[in-house]
């Protein structure tokens, strides 16, 4: 079955600090795996995409990593700001067909002063 | 260039009550995506059309819920009749092809009573 999990469900840190949220997935074959930002109250919004071919990307003080073998991706906030506040979202792209994306459920991120 | 627009933003019905939420996608934007979100979840795919017709409405409860692109620009869901556990963030999002990335719309927040 095709599944993105996601850990942790929250997650709370203090402002300057960094922080890496997991993603593991059982999607295949998959084409391309994105990182989605979620602010409350809001539509998700792209931070990354990577093709399996490739290993990191970065986006500023985000930074996604994939290991395709072992399928699993992590995203790193480096320097934390009050703003980082949000849900993150691992979305596997399911390619046996039309491209279907799957979703995981999110990592609550909290930042405090 | 504009984002994804969506109507209304919040809406409160009774059970057994219909509802109709609107989406303007991108201008271009060939392939538009209705998700239901709910609270602490990931969205869940309802319904996919590229232009105006249907790509995936496999999780759509169609007893309940239709949708439609006439023109393979904006786009209509309805639920009709509403349950309790319809209660969700319904999120519309397009994109200019199916495998490019999803732009998200802020979502219609539905609370059934």
Redesign the interface.
């Given at each position: 079955k095709n599944q993105?999990e996601q850990s942790p469900q929250s997650l709370i840190i203090l402002e300057g600090k960094n922080c890496t949220l997991q993603c593991n997935y059982t999607v295949s074959p998959f084409?391309n795996l994105?990182w989605y930002k979620q602010d409350t109250?809001?539509?998700?919004?792209?931070l990354t995409?990577m093709t399996f071919s490739e290993n990191t990307k970065s986006n500023g003080r985000y930074t996604a990593t994939l290991d395709a073998d072992t399928k699993q991706s992590s995203l790193h906030i480096t320097a934390s700001q009050l703003s980082d506040s949000a849900s993150y979202?691992c979305?596997v792209?399911f390619s046996g067909g039309?491209?279907?994306?799957i979703?995981?459920?999110?990592t609550r991120l909290a930042v405090h002063p | 260039e504009a984002g994804v627009a969506q109507s209304p933003r919040y809406k409160i019905i009774e059970k057994r009550q219909s509802v109709a939420f609107w989406c303007n996608p991108i201008s271009g934007h060939a392939t538009l995506y209705w998700y239901q979100q709910i609270l602490g979840q990931g969205p869940k795919l309802l319904i996919q059309f590229q232009n105006n017709g249907v790509v995936d409405d496999s999780q759509l409860p169609k007893d309940r819920f239709s949708a439609e692109r006439l023109k393979g620009v904006d786009s209509t869901l309805k639920i009709q009749p509403a349950k309790l556990e319809d209660s969700a963030v319904y999120l519309c999002a397009s994109s200019r092809r199916q495998s490019e990335t999803q732009y998200f719309g802020p979502g219609t927040r539905l609370l059934v009573l």
């Open positions: 993105v084409s994105r109250g809001r539509g998700p919004v792209s995409i979202i979305v792209t039309y491209n279907k994306l979703f995981g459920a999110g | -």
